[in-house]
């Protein structure tokens, strides 16, 4: 497991090295292309990840354009919440944007650590709530604030990857079009 992995697991409360120990070995790598598919759509997310390396956006796809939910670059955990907690089918797709290098725990072994470790029980607890936290902030985001305001916040919380996504996508996310970014772009 890499030193980045560990650091992030320890942000979210302390862990007793055999604790640790049995995280470690219930992590998986796993490698993807850019553009392959992490999750697809109608699949169930069984799966929290953590990315090494690359970066990832978790998406619907509408009848006509694509909403982007998040992006997860380097140093970051994400999941399907909804289809990983109640397992059941999502309707959100998960895909690498650059060639990414992802640890993954299966919920199985996330349950079996948990009843076994206290301490593995508030880290799980603790990466689960701050999942549904900035959820709730994305949803309260998209209803309360205006394209311009949303684009600000973008560039300052998402500034390491702005050079790293199209266009296209930096629009999906905002809830716009690739014109109105421009025109915000040039109110500078």
Known sequence: MSANLLSAFRQFGPVTPEAMAELEQSCVERRYQKGNWVIRQGKI??????????????????????????FAP?????????????????????????????????????????????????LFRNIIALASV????????????????R???????????IQRIKLGDLAAYLGVTQTTISRIRAKK
């Not at 690359?54 to 939910?69: D, E, N, R, V, Y």
């Not at 990414?100 to 593995?120: E, V, Y």
């Not at 916040?153 to 990857?161: D, G, P, R």
Request: hydrophobic content about 40%; proline content about 1%.
């Open 151 to 161: 684009y600000h916040n973008f560039l300052k919380q998402q500034a390491v990857i």
């Open 74 to 122: 380097e140093n970051s955990f994400i999941t399907i919440l909804d289809s990983f907690w109640d397992e059941k089918p999502t309707k959100y797709e998960l895909m690498a944007l650059e060639e990414t290098t992802l640890f993954s725990i299966d919920k199985k072994a996330m349950d079996r650590l948990c009843s076994q470790h206290h301490c593995l029980d508030r």
């Open 134 to 149: 900035n959820m709730m902030n994305r949803i309260n985001e998209m209803l309360e604030d205006d394209a311009t305001v």
């Open 45 to 70: 997310c069984h799966h929290i990840y953590f990315v090494q390396l690359g970066l990832l956006k978790l998406f619907s796809q509408g009848l006509q354009q694509q909403f982007i939910m998040r």
